[in-house]
């Protein structure tokens, strides 16, 4: 009668224990799925259906930025020069009021902006044109742009700030998060 006590109660234990470890283990999972505590940047997920014509329009000469990294205006304003877009001349096929609508559609000031709305907080005027010229952008990247000639000029696998995608490999599906920020031949103690 003792020994069947004790096997019940052990039994019990044992699922008691495995109980706590499956809500600990879930919870800490969830933790950190989120990407940290509460007072953590856990970083930006652009949520925007695809649009083929701007990947294939706009993919085929860089990434293909996620609409809510810039405002209405500044996608305008691209689109009005695509004769001299940043020293090229980028001329879409007709499609070119479709992928506009797209991009107006998912702006940082668009109802479809999610999170990005911050991308637009002390916006300047005339809006820039360069996700780089955003005062949210610079003050995100504050220890990156301290070291600028070494983290992106001088770094043979970046070169320029407008490669999102050389330190944010997802920066296309519109994923920034902090803590999967990997600079190329740096040590992530120097940024983070």
């Not at 090229?88 to 007709?94: C, G, I, N, S």
């Not at 995100?140 to 043979?156: A, E, M, Q, S």
Request: aromatic share 12%; proline share 5%; with cysteine.
């Amino acid at each position: 009668m003792t020994f069947l006590c004790l096997s019940r109660r052990t039994t019990l234990l044992r699922m008691l224990f495995c109980l706590t470890a499956m809500i600990f283990t879930s919870s800490v999972q969830a933790w950190w799925s989120l990407g940290g505590d509460d007072n953590e940047d856990r970083g930006y997920q652009a949520e925007f259906p695809l649009n083929e014509r701007y990947q294939f329009e706009c993919g085929a000469c860089h990434i293909a930025y996620p609409p809510q990294v810039l405002p209405k205006a500044s996608w305008q304003n691209l689109f009005a020069n695509l004769n001299d877009h940043f020293g090229e001349a980028a001329t879409p096929d007709q499609n070119q009021a479709e992928i506009l609508n797209y991009l107006k559609n998912y702006a940082s000031d668009s109802n479809n902006a999610g999170q990005f709305k911050d991308f637009t907080k002390r916006l300047q005027t005339p809006a820039p044109v360069r996700i780089t010229e955003l005062s949210f952008w610079r003050l995100k990247h504050d220890k990156v742009l301290n070291n600028k000639t070494r983290f992106i000029i001088d770094n043979p696998d970046v070169g320029s700030s407008s490669r999102c995608n050389a330190c944010h490999k997802d920066a296309e599906k519109g994923l920034f998060q902090k803590h999967t920020v990997n600079i190329p031949n740096i040590e992530k103690r120097a940024y983070k």
